[in-house]
Every structure is written in C-alpha cells, then in structure tokens.
T-cell receptor
Framework: AQSVTQLDSHVSVSEGTPVLLRCNYS??????LFWYVQHPNKGLQLLLK??????LVKGINGFEAEFKKSETSFHLTKPSAHMSDAAEYFC????????????FGRGTSLIVHP | SQTIHQWPATLVQPVGSPLSLECTVE??????LYWYRQAAGRGLQLLFY??????ISSEVPQNLSASRPQDRQFILSSKKLLLSDSGFYLC?????????????FGPGTRLTVL
C-alpha cells in the first residue's frame, strides 16, 4: 500500500528566501515520487519526478528534491523564492508492483511575501 | 506534441440538472484517462479512471458517472446534480500501466451548483 503525507498545509516565505516543502511517503514497493504545482484555477504541472535513478532530482523553475529512503522523505526545495512561486504544491507517490494509480498528498499552499 | 482539452471552462448549474463535462487528448494513443475533483481548500479526489475504450473504474461512490466512447475522449456525467458536486474538475492522462510515468492535466472546469 502507498500513502503520502505533506507535513505543512501552508508555508509562508519572503521573496528571495529559501523554500522547503516537506513530504513523507509510505510504499510497499519501489516508489516513484512526483511534485506538481497548481496555480489558482489552473491544472497541475509536473515540477520534477524521482524514478530510482539519481536521488537528487532537479526540476523546472529552480526547484529540486532529494529522495531519502532511510527517512522516507522527498522534500521540495528552492534556494530563492519568487513571487511567481506562490501556488499549491502536491507530492505524489506511485509504486511499482502495486496499483499504478498514483496517490496525492493533500497539498501545501506556498505564500510568498514581497 | 500532446495536448489535453477540457470544456466548458466554467459552468453554473441548478440543483437537479444534468451534467456533461468533456475531455479530449491529442497526440497520443491509448492513454490512461482520469477524472479528479478538487473541492474548495482540499486536495484532489480521484473519481474515475480508464485504461481503454469502455473500461471505467470508479473510486468513489457518488451520483456521477464516466464514459469513454472513443480512445481519446473521456466524459463525466450526472443525471441530477447535488450541491456537493460543486468543485474544480480536472481531467488527466498518462501513458502505460507503469508507476514512473507522470500525469498530464487539463486546464479544469469550475462547476458551481446552486
């Protein structure tokens, strides 16, 4: 069985400061992990994904995430926040050997202050 | 390149009226198709998914139904809308029955039931 927990429902940062969005997962098989971003009233867009290759994954718009098996975590980071980063972020897990249907976290709302 | 379309973009319907939302995908064959609902301030809820024409799996009991009359067409319907059906409806597609392929989302339909 697979599950994902986004540890913060809201994260507030100032423009130019680092961003950290936390995600823990549970999986009975080798997981694939994804981060998606959703701007207001828009569809979701893939930021990055981990599929058992390099544990540090680089995505679009300067975001990256590190897969840590020992901590069952896949936190999303960015060195410097921009106003345009304000959005909803979803962590997603999908496991090989089980259902291929992905499981979504409840989302983290990123607020960026000028 | 692949694209996904949803229409209408917004819809206001009275309680008890029927519903039909359409999703079409271009540029790929035999996609997996998904319908999600996103209620205000909440995460994504998977409603239906389909791995082929006429093959529909339902994740949540409700008064909604889905159909896939063509390979790249996915329709969400209701005979009588409830107030609780209000939300943001997202269609998505992916390729293959594998865990490591990401989903691609449409722009969404905002449904308000009055």
């Amino acid at each position: 069985a697979q599950s994902v927990t986004q540890l913060d429902s809201h994260v507030s940062v100032s423009e130019g400061t680092p961003v950290l969005l936390r995600c823990n997962y549970s999986s009975s098989y080798s997981p694939s992990l994804f981060w998606y971003v959703q701007h207001p009233n828009k569809g979701l867009q893939l930021l990055l994904k981990y599929t058992s290759a390099a544990t540090l994954v680089k995505g679009i718009n300067g975001f990256e995430a590190e897969f840590k098996k020992s901590e069952t975590s896949f936190h999303l980071t960015k060195p410097s926040a921009h106003m345009s980063d304000a959005a909803e972020y979803f962590c997603v897990v999908s496991e090989s050997g089980g259902s291929y249907i992905p499981t979504f976290g409840r989302g983290t709302s990123l607020i960026v202050h000028p | 390149s692949q694209t996904i379309h949803q229409w209408p973009a917004t819809l206001v319907q009275p309680v008890g009226s029927p519903l039909s939302l359409e999703c079409t995908v271009e540029g790929t064959s035999n996609p997996n198709l998904y319908w999600y609902r996103q209620a205000a301030g909440r995460g994504l809820q998977l409603l239906f998914y389909s791995v082929g024409i006429g093959q529909i799996s339902s994740e949540v009991p409700q008064n909604l139904s889905a159909s896939r009359p063509q390979d790249r067409q996915f329709i969400l319907s209701s005979k009588k809308l409830l107030l609780s059906d209000s939300g943001f409806y997202l269609c998505a597609w992916s390729v293959g029955l594998v865990s490591y392929n990401e989903q691609f989302f449409g722009p969404g339909t905002r449904l308000t039931v009055l």
